[in-house]
């Protein structure tokens, strides 16, 4: 019973049967009302991109100035999660354009993103035509850019707001308090549109199997594409916990890479086994303060912040997904185009739910700034909540290893 409860569970067999069944009836008379499921499901995630990328962005600057405010504590902290996250996303890019095993295979026909707005326009490649339209599309009015879903718009006037907030107004001020009640809505309701996801997913690959056909042998294609992509990104986010993190605790808190996983291991099955570094921190700062001896004041400050704000495998995911569904859509990314991808993931892991999925939200945010339509949410979907646990294996290692910097860098700096 508690399998059949499983949110990955059900999602995967409401993915096999949505394919399953397009496969055996093909394109007929269900087509439609399926397709009215799968707008209704989208319509849902769609609702939410506007609020959920301005106030989790608005938060997230907020939580930082305050943060910056403890000087050395909050100055270390926040440059050690920026650059660990930065680090995650442009491994990924840079990895995906020299490891692309989906190409092997032709993208989908049937694909094609019609009617989709680029953020940016790819036949005007000039330095100067493209910081125009990134102008251009940042300064204006936040009302405007949060009803015709304007991103580059969203994510200007969310870090300008955010950071006169911090400029004017106290620390105790209500107003960070409102902005905070507010992302706690956003992300309960963000939950209940999760917990309809195997409806939607079989809805959605329902109508996309059937559109691609099933003697065409696209389906076969697009599924050896989906495990190439899983398998690279699993991949990745292996490099980064085992080699790049462990490499940054020895040179920075000189800890060995044995000694490191032979201290955290127990939080890191705790998150993969909940999907959920919100979940995982009562057993992260344990460990921090018994295990790898973390001051207290240093774990109970940059644990809580790090469950929202240092999200490297979200990053990575969502840096390497982005060009994925580029590939099986259509879309050209340009020079530009890579470098938007590239911000994005990054501002997409600031604020960020620490509840399962909850990366797929953010993950709307990466595809719309590049003009990949939103159902193509629904491929990554099929193989998402196992890698969702990885990642956040991830997401905890990163928190874990931060203690250690910001505790030694501030040890050395008292002089002790």
């Known amino acids: 019973m508690n399998l059949l409860r499983n949110l990955t569970f059900q999602v995967f067999i409401a993915a096999l049967f949505g394919i399953g069944l397009a496969l055996v009836l093909g394109d007929g008379v269900w087509t439609e009302p399926l397709g009215q499921v799968k707008t209704v499901f989208l319509a849902a995630l769609r609702m939410l991109i506007a609020p959920m990328i301005f106030f989790s962005l608005v938060g997230g600057i907020a939580g930082i100035g305050n943060v910056v405010r403890l000087r050395r504590l909050g ?81 200007a006037n969310a870090f300008l707001i955010g950071i006169a907030m911090v400029l004017v107004l106290p620390a105790e001020s209500p107003l960070f308090r409102v902005v905070a009640d ?12 999760i917990r309809v996801l195997p409806i939607g997913i079989f809805a959605i690959l329902f109508e996309f199997t059937a559109s691609l056909g099933a003697g065409e042998g696209q389906g076969a294609n697009l599924l050896r594409q989906l495990l190439s992509f899983g398998a690279l990104v699993v991949s990745l986010t292996l490099f980064h916990g085992i080699v790049i993190l462990p490499a940054i605790a020895w040179l920075f808190a000189g800890r060995s890479p044995v ?9 890191l099955l705790v998150a993969f086994s909940t999907s959920s570094s919100s979940a995982t921190l009562p057993v992260t700062m344990r460990t921090a303060e018994e295990n790898l001896a973390v001051d207290p004041g240093v774990s109970s400050f940059v644990l809580p912040l790090g469950a929202t704000m240092n999200m490297d ?9 982005a060009v994925f569904l580029a590939y099986l859509f259509g879309v050209d990314l340009s020079s530009a185009a890579i470098v938007t991808v590239f911000v994005m993931a990054m501002m997409a892991s600031i604020g960020a739910p620490g509840m399962p999925s909850a990366s797929m939200a953010g993950m709307q945010m990466v595809l719309l700034a590049v003009g990949i339509p939103l159902e193509a949410i629904a491929i990554l979907l099929i193989i998402e909540r196992p890698l969702d646990t990885i990642r956040t294996s991830l997401n905890v290692e990163g928190d874990l290893v931060g203690c250690l910097v910001v505790d030694r860098y501030c040890d050395r700096r008292d002089g002790t």
Do not use: C, M
Request: proline share 6%; glycine share 10%.
């Open 75 to 155: 100055g270390v902290t926040v440059a050690y999660y920026l650059s660990t996250t930065a680090i995650a996303a442009a491994l990924g890019l840079i990895a995906v354009f020299l490891i692309h095993p989906w190409t092997a295979y032709p993208a989908p026909e049937n694909l094609a993103p019609a009617g989709v707005s680029r953020l940016l326009d790819p036949a005007n490649g000039s330095i100067t035509a493209i910081i125009g339209q990134i102008l251009e599309r940042s300064l204006t009015n936040p009302f405007t850019a949060l009803v015709e879903l304007n991103i580059l718009g969203i994510v």
């Open 182 to 193: 507010t992302n706690a809505v956003i992300a309960r309701v963000l939950g209940w549109v």
């Open 259 to 267: 000694s490191l996983f032979g201290a955290i291991l127990r939080p």
């Open 313 to 321: 495998g979200t990053a990575l995911f969502e840096a390497v997904g």
